[in-house]
């Protein structure tokens, strides 16, 4: 069984940065893909910017520009980094990994004050 482990959510000022980090409980190099989601109220869970097994990343359309996805091979974590934090950014944060079968972490709350 895989866990992820996320870390690094919080209450932010519009305007703000902050990064998330995602740990798995197996090699970052198994994983066919890994990614990052989000779900704000009332919203569908919905795909922020995945990552291939080679480490390309992919954005979704309506997100580019401030958000930067990457993975830290050493310490074997994934990072999701926001900046320019907007109200609308306000979700709970998942990561997400895909081996054979999908894989979720628990979630990190981001809450964006303005």
């Known amino acids: 069984q895989v866990q992820l482990v996320e870390s690094g959510g919080g209450l932010v000022r519009a305007g703000g940065s902050l990064t998330l980090s995602c740990e798995p409980s197996?090699?970052?190099?198994?994983?066919?893909?890994m990614g990052w989601y989000r779900q704000a109220p009332g919203n569908q869970r919905e795909v922020v910017a995945t990552?291939?097994?080679?480490?390309?990343?992919v954005y979704a359309d309506a997100i580019k520009g401030r958000y930067t996805i990457s993975r830290n091979n050493a310490k074997n974590t994934m990072h999701l980094q926001i900046s320019s934090l907007k109200p609308e950014d306000t979700a709970v944060y998942f990561c997400?990994?895909?081996?054979?079968?999908?894989?979720w972490g628990q979630g990190t709350q981001v809450t964006v004050s303005s």
């Open positions: 990552l291939t097994a080679s480490g390309l990343p």
């Open positions: 997400n990994a895909y081996y054979k079968m999908d894989y």
């Open positions: 197996r090699n970052i190099y198994s994983f066919d893909h």
